[in-house]
């Protein structure tokens, strides 16, 4: 299994372009997590998904969408690129929300 | 959800055993103790969780204070590859808790 993997490892964005961080997982898991990590700062979960066509919105939801239409692929979007959403990016799946849950290698955004 | 304080750094040398603490004494009856690391540069990962009984795994052991206020992660024999940011984070396994909520760790450096 190669778990969770993310595209791309990096990206630098200018203010106000569009993009989407690709999140995929092989491990049949229901429940899929997009987080964002500042430096120096534990991660805030951004969105969730508890099954393919069903997600909701964390603890710093703003300037981001996602969607749910398979159990393997869980994309986040950014649609209007700011400086503040500068930050490393993972996405992690669990079987069940009382599992353990396993993350992706990251994405390093920039946005300039 | 209920909250944990790490201390910020610790330090070790390699081959002798290490405890980290992590005091929550808000703590629910529900409240399953989880920890997981972060290496640098990846993601964070799954070591080890606990309820009430203290807990081992190939990884590391989980010791459980008797009034569940506190808890240690044990690692018996550090290596220089157990040198990351450890969180130990309170899950409320009865409310379906979706999210892990990550403080800033404790930060461990391990000396040859």
């Known amino acids: 299994n190669a778990g969770v993997t993310q595209t791309p490892k990096f990206r ?38 508890v099954g393919a ?60 | 959800d209920a909250k944990t304080t790490q201390p910020n750094s610790m330090e070790s040398n390699e081959e002798e055993p290490v405890h980290l603490p992590c005091n929550h004494s808000t703590i629910s ?7 997981y690391r972060q290496l640098p540069s990846q993601g964070p990962e799954y070591v080890i969780h606990g309820l009430t009984s203290n807990v081992n795994n190939r990884m590391a052991s989980l010791a459980i204070a008797e009034d569940r206020k506190s808890s240690t992660l044990i690692l018996h024999r550090a290596t220089l590859r157990d040198a990351a940011v450890y969180y130990c984070i309170l899950r409320d396994l009865a409310g379906g808790s979706e999210k892990l909520v990550f403080g800033k760790g404790t930060k461990l450096t391990v000396n040859p």
């Open chain 1, 12 to 49: 630098i964005l200018k203010i106000g372009q569009s993009m989407t961080l690709q999140c995929t997982q092989d491990m049949n898991h229901n429940y899929m997590y997009w987080y964002r990590q500042d430096p120096g700062m534990g991660l805030k979960l951004i969105y969730y998904s």
């Open chain 1, 53 to 112: 066509g069903i997600t909701d919105k964390g603890e710093v939801p703003n300037g981001y969408n996602v969607s749910r239409s398979t159990t393997e692929d869980f994309p986040l979007r950014l649609e209007l690129a700011a400086p503040s959403q500068t930050s490393v990016y993972f996405c992690a799946s669990s079987y069940y929300s009382t599992y353990e849950q396993y993350f992706g290698p990251g994405t390093r955004l920039t946005v300039t």
């Open chain 2, 29 to 35: 009856g529900t409240d399953y103790i989880h920890w």
